[in-house]
């Protein structure tokens, strides 16, 4: 069983919808959770960095942790053709700087 | 914000050879580095740790002579693939920790 479990996809919604992504993980020593964007060929792009339970929204973007259930979502609301990417969650423990990666959700956003 | 920078973009070698990837935190000082490796379609691994001014912590599977790391300064790491092989093509990426840990854009390398 892997640390972390992302659903791969593909993910393909139209313009303007609500896209909820999300990822479980075994380890419950987990205490940082990260949500990033990946563009094809680039680097990872951060979008949102939570710690312990609880929402956090930023724009578009809300990013929840349920560390009871082991359970982290990101919505993207009012998508848009540019939200067209990979996303990935990513977690670590606290005061260690390893991250571990969920496999990634690709998502395309239908104009 | 934090700014990661990693030299070349992309490389392209003929097998045998050696290739040297830098990754240079912009702004920030980074006494961690971290080095990943991501195959198509498939997520981010991590390699290896660099440590400025102390060897690299290895994670398992990865062989500490093929893929040598060396953080210089507090600015500067790079990863050195060794007698690089089709197999070793790939997407390397780099991070740092500023207040959250910050990426490079990625080195492509194809190995011929």
């Known amino acids: 069983q892997k640390e972390v479990e992302q659903d791969p996809g593909p993910l393909s919604v139209p313009e303007g919808a609500i896209v909820s992504l999300n990822c479980t993980y075994s380890n419950s020593a987990f205490q940082y959770f990260m949500w990033y964007r990946q563009y094809s060929r680039k680097g990872p792009e951060l979008l949102m960095y939570t710690y312990s339970s609880g929402n956090k929204e930023d724009g578009r973007f809300t990013a929840q942790v349920d560390k009871s259930s082991k359970y982290i979502s990101l919505f993207i609301r009012d998508s848009q053709p540019s939200d067209s990417a990979t996303y990935l969650c990513a977690m670590s423990i606290q005061g260690a700087q390893k991250l571990v990666f969920g496999q990634g959700t690709r998502l395309t956003i239908n104009p | 914000g934090a700014v990661v920078s990693q030299h070349p973009s992309w490389v392209i070698c003929k097998s045998g050879t050696s290739v040297k990837i830098e990754c240079r935190s912009l702004d920030f000082q980074a006494t961690t580095m971290f080095w990943y490796r991501q195959f198509p379609k498939q997520s981010l691994m991590l390699m290896a740790t660099s440590n400025e001014g102390s060897k690299a912590t290895y994670e398992q599977g990865v062989e500490k002579d093929k893929f040598l790391i060396n953080h210089a300064s507090l600015t500067l790491s790079t990863l050195t693939v060794t007698s690089a092989h089709p197999e070793d093509s790939s997407f390397y990426i780099c991070?740092?920790?500023?207040?959250?840990?910050?990426f490079g854009p990625g080195t492509r390398l194809t190995v011929l």
């Open positions: 991070s740092a920790r500023a207040t959250t840990p910050v």
